[in-house]
Nanobody, 127 residues
């Protein structure tokens, strides 16, 4: 079974930081692309970061690439999203997602490429 559980959301002031965690129970015989996505009310779901469980390149959209960092702890089977210099426009529900693949690419920022999703954790940034 594949299960994803996000924690670490909360309310912060603009310029602050948050570290989101996603405990990922993955199938032992597969490698996965792991992604972080966000969705604000009335907006489309947006990819903010992705990484492969085997290592390699990470991907970010221009809106966050100088502020957000994705990482993966293989020993703890956890994917993290470090968010620095947060802005009010970062306010959204944040989700982690997993897709069994042998490699990653820029497509990993597309929500419709993922089969497994967590329930989300809310991030609110006040001005």
């Amino acid at each position: 079974q594949v299960r994803l559980v996000e924690t670490g959301g909360g309310s912060v002031q603009a310029g602050g930081s948050l570290r989101l965690s996603c405990a990922a129970r993955l199938h032992g015989t597969n490698t996965y692309v792991l992604g972080w996505f966000r969705q604000a009310p009335g907006e489309e779901r947006e990819g903010v970061a992705c990484i492969h469980t085997g290592g390699g390149s990470t991907y970010y959209p221009d809106s966050v690439k100088d502020r957000f960092t994705i990482s993966h702890d293989n020993a703890q089977s956890t994917v993290y999203l470090q968010m620095n210099n947060l802005k009010p426009e970062d306010t959204a529900m944040y989700y982690c997602a997993a897709e069994p693949r042998a490699y990653s690419g820029t497509w990993c920022l597309l929500p419709n490429r993922y089969n497994y999703w967590g329930q989300g954790t809310q991030v609110t940034v006040s001005s």
